[in-house]
């Protein structure tokens, strides 16, 4: 079967970096996404990867490892708002997107 | 401003009745999308369509219907046959199969 894991919940501090981990084993690659989701609200978009190596985009980086079926999300100079849960998401061989649980990510001050 | 809109945010009904849930969206995208979000669970995806007056069945299409008769407009109908409907509904659309889904607001039905 078809299977993303990531933790359930973390906590960090204000100011501080915190990676979020996401395995995935499914039925063919076509990239992995992560979004942001504030609760009670739309998913949003914060990267896409397809190839090995770190896509670098402001405070947030996202790491892909194909060969050991791996992600992590990085959030650099945490801010209260990032307080949110991060969604993991793989688009298998049909193209269709394989979601994770998401992490609730809790911001400390 | 381009984007994506569901209505109602909140919505309350009595089991045994249908309801339809509104999906409308102005960003020219082909591929539209319908998934449900229970806690502690991924989004699960009920019907997809790729193209007008086409559509296909995701994980859990059981109990529930969609049409797509415009390019703008993907609504969901949770029938009375869905035996446990109250979820926070997704409606996502597309550009095509590799790219970004965007999201609307969400419809949370609960079912009395």
């Known amino acids: 079967g078809q299977n993303i894991d990531q933790p359930t919940e973390m906590t960090a501090t204000e100011g501080a970096i915190v990676q979020i981990n996401c395995t995935y084993q499914?039925?063919?690659?076509?990239?992995l996404f992560w979004y942001q989701q504030h609760a009670g609200e739309a998913p949003t978009f914060l990267s896409y990867?397809?190839l090995d190596g770190l896509e670098e985009k402001g405070r947030f980086s996202s790491f892909l490892s194909r060969s050991k079926g791996y992600s992590y999300l990085l959030l650099k100079e945490l801010q209260m708002k990032d307080s949110a849960s991060y969604l993991c998401?793989?688009?298998?061989?049909?193209?269709?997107?394989?979601w994770g649980a998401g992490t609730k990510l809790i911001i400390k001050p | 401003d381009g984007g994506i809109t569901q209505s109602p945010k909140y919505l309350f009904r009595k089991e045994g009745q249908n309801v339809t849930l509104s999906c409308e969206q102005n960003?020219?995208?082909?591929?539209m999308y319908w998934y449900r979000q229970d806690p502690g669970q991924g989004l699960r995806l009920i019907y997809y369509?790729?193209?007008?007056?086409?559509?296909q069945k995701g994980d859990i299409a059981e109990g529930y219907s969609v049409s797509r008769e415009k390019k703008e407009s993907f609504p969901l109908t949770v029938t009375s046959a869905q035996k446990n409907p109250t979820a926070f509904y997704l409606c996502?659309?597309?550009?095509?199969?590799?790219?970004?889904?965007?999201f609307g607001p969400g419809t949370r039905l609960t079912v009395l």
């Open positions: 998401a793989v688009m298998d061989s049909n193209y269709q997107l394989i």
């Open positions: 960003l020219n995208h082909d591929a």
């Open positions: 996502a659309s597309s550009t095509g199969d590799y790219n970004e889904q965007f």
């Open positions: 499914t039925s063919g690659f076509n990239g």
């Open positions: 369509s790729q193209i007008v007056n086409d559509f």
């Open positions: 990867n397809v």
